[in-house]
């Protein structure tokens, strides 16, 4: 009985450690995605807009900011892209790419070609893999970018993969091209910055904001409903771990008050022989207790187990819907300190009922029993 007690509290702290270590890889790659993958601050058109005009005074400003590592304009839309009989819609960001890779470090992204081509590439572009793939093209090939009445042929000269939806539409242009494309002169949709303090951006844009009047957004605001829903889900979460905590505790409770009705007259004997019903209530405690380390250690093998299998056999997930590509989990030794601390509470909690109605015997009727 006391075997399937222990193995019952290491599946509730395996499965708990799991899932706590899926949700924190989640957290990690979504942030990263949301710090790595896009600005941490960007700074809009003033309202009525709909572009900077002045994008250069206004970069010059922003770098006045020691948290400021990098400060692309950048002009932004939507168009078609065609290959022989194959038409995908894109989102293309025109941009200066000396300014553009240490903002978003695109080279690093890049799976073929160099996105510095593109300073000298006036018809040249970088696609996300996967709208590549779409459209049939191999790199070199031309496909036609078209926007209303305007069309122009583009050639590929790199490829890049974020491991997000973007891979699906995104087409990285020259800044002046896609100017031309837009039939705009000399002006951008954002001025997009990386700061080396990522949690100064909420602050920094307040202070633009107030001083000038661009609209500017930190990256927590711009992805305040995904941070809302991983706020929801943990609540969500903390219901689900009490829950658990509940029937593993049942479980523990079982077990001991099935020890303390079989060892009913070993517990008069000793009252009689003067233990007191404090040190009854101990030595059924203590009892508990001795099973916590046993389900911890055996609970987080478990779920270390569970990990390297989900590490060797990657999970797939649509980046369109969950913002990540594959399953991640991230065990730290934070986790298993609160998987050892819920075995400890588990044990004690459930413990308790059963001590105290040990204690509670009378020993004449106690050692009468059979």
């Known amino acids: 009985m006391v075997l399937f007690t222990v193995l019952a509290v290491a599946l509730a702290i395996g499965v708990i450690v799991v899932i706590m270590g899926i949700n924190e890889g989640y957290k990690s790659e979504l942030v990263n995605n949301l710090v790595e993958k896009n600005p941490h601050l960007t700074v809009s058109p003033k309202e009525n807009e709909d572009y900077i005009t002045l994008y250069r005074t206004l970069s010059?400003?922003?770098?006045t900011f020691?948290?400021?590592q990098a400060a692309s304009p950048r002009l932004l839309g939507k168009a078609g892209a065609k290959h022989k009989d194959k038409v995908r819609g894109v989102s293309f960001i025109g941009a200066d790419p000396l300014k553009e890779d240490p903002l978003m470090m695109v080279q690093k992204d890049m799976v073929w070609g160099n996105y510095s081509d593109l300073v000298f590439k006036k018809r040249g572009a970088v696609l996300g893999t996967k709208l590549a793939e779409n459209l049939e093209l191999e790199p070199r090939q031309k496909f036609t970018l078209q926007l209303q009445n305007k069309s122009l042929r583009i050639e590929v000269v790199g490829l890049i993969r974020t491991g997000t939806g973007t891979d699906?539409?995104?087409?990285y242009l020259?800044?002046?091209t896609a100017q031309e494309l837009l039939d705009q002169t000399d002006v951008v949709s954002q001025v997009a910055v990386r700061l080396s303090d990522i949690y100064a951006a909420p602050e920094i844009a307040a202070n633009l904001s107030r001083r000038f009047t661009y609209r500017a957004e930190s990256w927590q605001e711009q992805n305040r409903d995904i941070l809302q829903v991983m706020d929801t889900q943990k609540f969500i979460l903390y219901i689900f771990y009490a829950l658990i905590f509940v029937i593993a505790g049942f479980g523990v409770a079982n077990t001991m008050i099935m020890t303390v009705t079989r060892r009913t007259k070993e517990i008069g004997i000793l009252m009689a022989m003067g233990a007191t019903r404090k040190s009854i209530v101990k030595i059924f405690l203590l009892?508990?207790?001795i099973l916590s380390p046993p389900a911890a250690l055996l609970g987080c093998s478990l779920a270390w187990i569970t990990a390297k299998l989900i590490e060797a056999y990657p999970i797939s997930l649509p980046s369109d819907v969950y913002q990540i590509s594959q399953l991640t989990v991230l065990l730290t030794p934070e986790t298993f300190a609160l998987a050892a601390g819920f075995a400890l509470a588990v044990n004690f909690l459930a413990g308790l009922y059963p001590a105290y109605k040990a204690s509670r015997l009378d020993p004449v009727?106690?050692?009468?029993?059979d």
């Not at 009727?365 to 029993?369: G, K, L």
């Open 66 to 68: 020691p948290q400021v």
């Open 365 to 369: 009727e106690a050692i009468a029993s």
């Open 287 to 289: 009892e508990s207790l």
């Open 174 to 176: 020259p800044l002046d």
């Open 60 to 63: 010059n400003i922003l770098w």
């Open 168 to 171: 699906e539409t995104l087409v």
